[in-house]
């Protein structure tokens, strides 16, 4: 169990941890290489929650933006798997609507 301040936090191993703004360098390479090839639309990162399984899973909470001329920003929910070995690639892509 680490204490941070006056907040506690247990990880435990499967579970997800809470969503954070602080996006380390792993979880951005992660990102970045998963939507490397991506085209059509552009996802921001704003916060990311983790899981760790047999490599990690990631979930982006992200703003998104269609590549057009006056399109409208949207939000989306972006899961990457990043494996042991080998690159990261993206789960799902969940649009959320508001």
Not at 59 to 73: A, G, I
Request: hydrophobic share 45%.
């Amino acid at each position: 169990m680490a204490t941070t301040g006056k907040v506690q936090e247990q990880v435990l191993l499967g579970a997800w941890s809470v969503f954070t703004c602080k996006i380390d360098e792993q979880a951005k390479h992660a990102f970045e290489e998963a939507l490397h090839d991506l085209v059509g639309v552009h996802y921001s990162p704003v916060v990311v929650s983790q899981q760790v399984v047999a490599g990690m899973n990631y979930r982006f909470f992200c703003n998104s933006k269609v590549v057009y001329p006056h399109s409208l920003n949207g939000a989306a929910i972006v899961s990457i798997y990043k494996p042991l070995q080998g690159k990261a690639h993206i789960t799902s892509i969940t649009p959320i609507h508001l």
